[in-house]
């Protein structure tokens, strides 16, 4: 028995070494835990007045291209770029981490329950799912803002309640060829309890699918945000993220090109890093290519 489940999360273990050894990846990991450790240390380098204040305006001082007192400049009303860049970048961050764990618990729960009842109850769950995936979800998250006003955590909600769908399916694929597998079916005549299954055997052996599709949802989450706050429905003046920094970019890009150059080329990097790190992920785990 123990053998058994062992060589059930072997491939799990496997992967994780695949994707050590794949380069690009694990420099994207790395430039994203360093753009996300600078993002969030923001409030610390200003609480030590290493860093001023993004909300700090200077108006006599006006829009100022990159010098050696403002490293990247500053905006129309004087406010540090380099200030405003981090703490956008903790909002925009924490929007796909938040709304991507969000979706992440609603689609696994929804997944696992669908697979495990089974029968008819499966059918209407993923038939529920086909249903909502319809529907025109970026504008389902603008009515939200517009019905429940532009609060941030607001945002977080709506942004991941609409993005759960896809791991629904996911997992209630995935979780409906594990019910057929030996050791769940040794789990089962030992009389483990179904929530002892789900989280000693379907959870462990869902990890890999879970990391893929978490590293693919933040940047999707985050470009849903960056929309909305382009479109003026995102984070309230003065807080900020990336989307509202490259929309007052876009205001005066023939004036200060740096305001909308630098975030743009930021926001940029951290997506492609995701992506590549979704690659990553995808090829270490992906059973096709562990042969190769």
């Known amino acids: 028995?123990?053998?058994?489940?062992?060589?059930?999360?072997?491939?799990t273990e496997t992967g994780w070494q695949r994707f050590q050894r794949d380069r690009t990846p694990v420099i994207a990991l790395w430039f994203l835990v360093g753009i996300a450790a600078l993002c969030f240390s923001s409030p610390l380098l200003t609480a030590l007045h290493l860093l001023p204040d993004y909300k700090a305006q200077d108006l006599a001082l006006g829009p100022v291209a990159p010098c050696a007192a403002h490293w990247l400049g500053t905006d129309l009303l004087g406010r540090d770029l380099l200030a405003r860049l981090l703490q956008g970048g903790m909002i925009s961050i924490s929007v796909g981490l938040i709304a991507t764990t969000v979706a992440l618990f609603v689609g696994v729960i929804y997944g696992v329950v669908a697979?495990?009842?089974?029968?008819?109850?499966?059918?209407?769950?993923?038939?529920v799912v086909d249903i909502v995936s319809t529907l025109p979800l970026t504008l389902i998250v603008?009515?939200?803002?517009?019905?429940?006003?532009?609060?941030?955590?607001?945002?977080?909600?709506?942004?991941?309640?609409?993005?759960?769908?896809?791991?629904?399916?996911?997992?209630?694929?995935?979780?409906?060829?594990?019910?057929?597998?030996?050791?769940?079916?040794?789990?089962?005549?030992?009389?483990?309890?179904?929530?002892?299954i789900v989280l000693r055997h379907y959870l462990p052996n869902l990890s890999g699918t879970i990391a893929v599709y978490a590293t693919l949802t933040v940047p999707g989450v985050m470009l849903l945000e960056a929309f909305v706050s382009f479109l003026g429905l995102g984070v309230k003046s003065p807080m900020t993220s990336w989307g509202m920094l490259i929309k007052e970019g876009s205001d005066v890009m023939e004036q200060c090109p740096w305001l909308l150059f630098i975030?743009?080329?930021?926001?940029?990097?951290t997506l492609l890093s995701l992506s590549y790190l979704g690659d990553g992920l995808r090829d270490a785990f992906d059973p096709r290519t562990a042969k190769k």
Do not use: Y
């Not at 697979?115 to 038939?127: Q, T, V």
């Not at 941030?152 to 791991?167: D, K, N, Y």
């Open 115 to 127: 697979a495990e009842i089974g029968g008819r109850f499966e059918d209407l769950a993923m038939r």
């Open 263 to 269: 975030p743009s080329v930021v926001f940029a990097g």
């Open 1 to 11: 028995m123990s053998s058994t489940v062992t060589n059930a999360s072997a491939p």
């Open 142 to 196: 603008i009515l939200c803002t517009v019905i429940f006003g532009q609060n941030i955590w607001m945002i977080f909600l709506a942004v991941g309640g609409v993005s759960w769908l896809t791991m629904a399916r996911i997992v209630c694929t995935k979780t409906r060829s594990l019910k057929n597998r030996q050791f769940v079916e040794a789990a089962v005549s030992l009389g483990q309890s179904r929530p002892g």
